[in-house]
């Protein structure tokens, strides 16, 4: 049997997973994965993750803009 754990205590998202926490959506997610400079992009192989604690940091810096 698979153990779920809460989006909140993942050290990383997939993009589903990150569109869900954040109300943003996969495409703009992916998208903002594929730009240099982000943080918040992990590579495991081919598969693109999002660092949970990153992203967070850089959705707050945003949103004081």
Do not use: C, H, W
Request: glycine share 4%; proline share 3%.
């Amino acid at each position: 049997m698979e153990e779920r754990v809460a989006i909140e205590n993942k050290l990383a998202l997939t993009i589903r997973e990150a569109a869900a926490y954040s109300n943003i959506g996969q495409n703009k997610i992916d998208r903002l994965l594929k730009a240099p400079n982000y943080p918040f992009v992990l590579f495991v192989g081919a598969k693109k993750l999002v660092k949970r604690k990153e992203f967070e940091k850089f959705i707050s810096q945003i949103e004081k803009l």
